[in-house]
T-cell receptor, first 115, second 118 residues
Framework: AQKITQTQPGMFVQEKEAVTLDCTYD???????LFWYKQPSSGEMIFLIY??????QNATEGRYSLNFQKARKSANLVISASQLGDSAMYFC????????????FGAGTRLFVKA | GAGVSQSPSNKVTEKGKDVELRCDPI?????LYWYRQSLGQGLEFLIYFQGNSAPDKSGLPSDRFSAERTGGSVSTLTIQRTQQEDSAVYLC????????????????FGAGSRLTVL
């Protein structure tokens, strides 16, 4: 069965520093997609970044990059130059790739950015 | 529509009553998802639709929960005989359904329906 694990319930980072949010996953599919979403206190879900299982390069989107280590089944999110507005819940998600589009989420990591 | 629309945004009901939550996805999005989020928690997968069919209903917590989608568009999540533990935010999302190799199927979420069962 597919599973997403985020082991850090909460993280603190100093403004302007980089932070890594951990995500490991489990799947028997060879083809799948990995996502990170941000949920500020307002409750909206905001898509940040995507990595396909066959993508050889790590995905990057502005200050966000995804450290994809396929053999270790990890897809960590790196946020560079943290800003106060980065304080939010962050969810790792995985979409199955074999014949379906089911997408499951991890438990989330709450990030606090300190001034 | 331009975004995913959910209604009602807030629903307070008494234990034992039935509730219906509605989701209107982005036009052209063939995949539609329902998740439940308890306060401060992660997103619990409930069900997803590909067109009008639901390939995976494994997340529905009990037979009191059901969902349907008609015309490949609007979906309704029904909770019968509500219990206090059903209190949560119910999130709907929709996406294109591109083959995996073609790229991301990013989920666009609605604002959620907050259900409170007294």
């Amino acid at each position: 069965a597919q599973k997403i694990t985020q082991t850090q319930p909460g993280m603190f980072v100093q403004e302007k520093e980089a932070v890594t949010l951990d995500c490991t996953y489990d799947t028997s599919d060879q083809s799948y997609g990995l996502f990170w979403y941000k949920q500020p206190s307002s409750g909206e879900m905001i898509f940040l970044i995507y990595q396909g299982s066959y993508d050889e390069q790590n995905a990057t989107e502005g200050r966000y990059s995804l450290n994809f280590q396929k053999a270790r089944k990890s897809a960590n999110l790196v946020i560079s130059a943290s800003q106060l507005g980065d304080s939010a819940m962050y969810f790792c998600a995985m979409r199955e790739g074999t014949g379906g589009f089911k997408t499951i989420f991890g438990a989330g990591t709450r990030l606090f950015v300190k001034a | 529509g331009a975004g995913v629309s959910q209604s009602p945004s807030n629903k307070v009901t008494e234990k034992g009553k039935d509730v219906e939550l509605r989701c209107d996805p982005i036009s052209g999005h063939t995949a539609l998802y329902w998740y439940r989020q308890s306060l401060g928690q992660g997103l619990e997968f409930l069900i997803y639709f590909q067109g009008n069919s639901a390939p995976d209903k494994s997340g529905l917590p009990s037979d009191r929960f059901s969902a349907e989608r008609t015309g490949g568009s609007v979906s309704t999540l029904t909770i019968q005989r509500t219990q206090q533990e059903d209190s949560a935010v119910y999130l709907c999302a929709s996406s294109l359904a591109l083959p995996t190799s073609a790229g991301a199927n990013v989920l666009t979420f609605g604002a959620g329906s907050r259900l409170t069962v007294l």
